[in-house]
């Protein structure tokens, strides 16, 4: 009579690369998803509240002040101002990358991946003067 089982499998220690890097893709897929959602809703609340004529694109008007500043995106958003609603969505997609690259600071340095960690805060000082550097 033959044993027809399988053999024993030694369990393999987790690779702590590979988790982080589950992490960090699962990350990037959440803060996207939430964000699409989020200007998704803007915009169709944006599209219920003007049934008004159509917009004259010929001209070019930049955007309201009250979209510039994070205090009047978060003070649309307490009144639920559509246009609000879809520039907090955009914030939230453009922060998305930025906690990666943090969430990866903190991860390579808790594997003790100190090459990595190092690029990963230097790629994080860069985009912070980017976004903070007045011009």
Do not use: W
Not at 22 to 48: E, H, P, S, W
């Amino acid at each position: 009579m033959v044993d027809e089982r399988q053999p024993a499998t030694i369990p393999h220690p987790p690779d702590p690369d590979h988790e982080l890097e589950v992490a960090m893709g699962r990350m990037l897929q959440i803060g996207v998803t939430i964000a699409a959602a989020v200007v998704l809703a803007g915009g169709i609340l944006y599209l219920k509240a003007s049934p008004g004529p159509r917009t004259n694109y010929q001209a070019f008007h930049g955007a309201p002040p009250n979209l510039i500043t994070l205090h009047g995106i978060f003070s649309g958003l307490a009144h639920l101002d559509p246009a609000s609603i879809i520039a907090f969505g955009i914030l939230l997609l453009v922060a998305t990358p930025v906690c990666r690259v943090l969430f990866g600071v903190v991860g390579f340095a808790l594997i003790k991946d100190k090459f990595y960690a190092a690029v990963s805060a230097l790629v994080l000082v860069i985009l912070l003067y980017s976004f903070f550097a007045r011009r």
